[in-house]
């Protein structure tokens, strides 16, 4: 499935860690806090023929494994024996993949906001719960646990800063260019949501349960 906003083809990844838009509501409805994962497969991450042709333009951002990795795990599949040197992917094999487009921080951008807007668009569409309440039942959950694939926007926790200036230079402008498909708010206010969404939100929900 995709969504489209602004021109954007957005994949859904259709895994457990992913949510349905019964499972957000499911959640907010519950007093439940949604974290937004920060691993650009979750986000969007498209791989090989399964992109629509309207991604072409984009650049193709392979998953680099090594063909020792390959040849142990997906071919030979020896699950379980000890990894050594020989089974594991080099700096150099990575490298020889190509520099990877410094501008995919603005497409990764957009699919970061792109799930924020739906999340608006979702709660807006169910009709029976408060969106401003719900605005606060969303948080950064980046999972930066060393197996993320990390959006160009936000490589580590140390550029959490950095995505967050973008998010409110960019976010109102992004809505505005998709208003057709979700409104925001009347009362809808960038700063106190991006402090909000980057803080406030996830320190308010543990602060409730201690």
Not at 124 to 142: E, F, K, M, W
């Given at each position: 499935m995709y969504n489209t906003l602004n021109g954007l083809m957005t994949a859904f990844n259709p895994s457990s860690?992913?949510?349905y838009d019964e499972d957000i509501m499911?959640?907010?409805?519950?007093?439940g806090m949604i974290?937004?994962?920060?691993?650009?497969?979750i986000l969007g991450y498209t791989e090989g023929d399964s992109r629509p042709a309207a991604m072409n333009d984009f650049a193709f951002e392979e998953e680099y494994i090594s063909n020792a990795e390959?040849?142990?795990y997906l071919t030979k599949r020896k699950i379980g024996t000890r990894v050594?040197?020989?089974?594991?992917i080099t700096m150099q094999e990575v490298l020889e993949g190509g520099e990877v487009n410094p501008a995919l921080a603005d497409?990764?951008?957009c699919h970061f906001m792109s799930h924020v807007?739906?999340?608006?668009k979702v709660v807006q569409h169910a009709g029976d719960y408060d969106v401003q309440q719900a605005l606060t039942q969303i948080c950064i959950g980046s999972d930066f646990d060393g197996l993320i694939n990390p959006v160009r926007c936000c490589m580590t926790v140390t550029d959490i800063n950095t995505l967050k200036t973008a998010f409110r230079k960019n976010f109102m402008a992004y809505a505005r260019a998709n208003k057709d498909l979700v409104k925001l708010p009347a009362d809808f206010n960038i700063d106190s949501f991006t402090e909000q969404l980057f803080f406030v939100n996830g320190k308010n929900f543990i602060l409730h349960r201690l």
């Amino acid at each position: 499935m995709y969504n489209t906003l602004n021109g954007l083809m957005t994949a859904f990844n259709p895994s457990s860690i992913n949510l349905y838009d019964e499972d957000i509501m499911t959640i907010i409805r519950s007093g439940g806090m949604i974290g937004l994962n920060l691993d650009k497969r979750i986000l969007g991450y498209t791989e090989g023929d399964s992109r629509p042709a309207a991604m072409n333009d984009f650049a193709f951002e392979e998953e680099y494994i090594s063909n020792a990795e390959k040849d142990v795990y997906l071919t030979k599949r020896k699950i379980g024996t000890r990894v050594n040197d020989f089974n594991c992917i080099t700096m150099q094999e990575v490298l020889e993949g190509g520099e990877v487009n410094p501008a995919l921080a603005d497409y990764h951008l957009c699919h970061f906001m792109s799930h924020v807007l739906h999340f608006i668009k979702v709660v807006q569409h169910a009709g029976d719960y408060d969106v401003q309440q719900a605005l606060t039942q969303i948080c950064i959950g980046s999972d930066f646990d060393g197996l993320i694939n990390p959006v160009r926007c936000c490589m580590t926790v140390t550029d959490i800063n950095t995505l967050k200036t973008a998010f409110r230079k960019n976010f109102m402008a992004y809505a505005r260019a998709n208003k057709d498909l979700v409104k925001l708010p009347a009362d809808f206010n960038i700063d106190s949501f991006t402090e909000q969404l980057f803080f406030v939100n996830g320190k308010n929900f543990i602060l409730h349960r201690l």
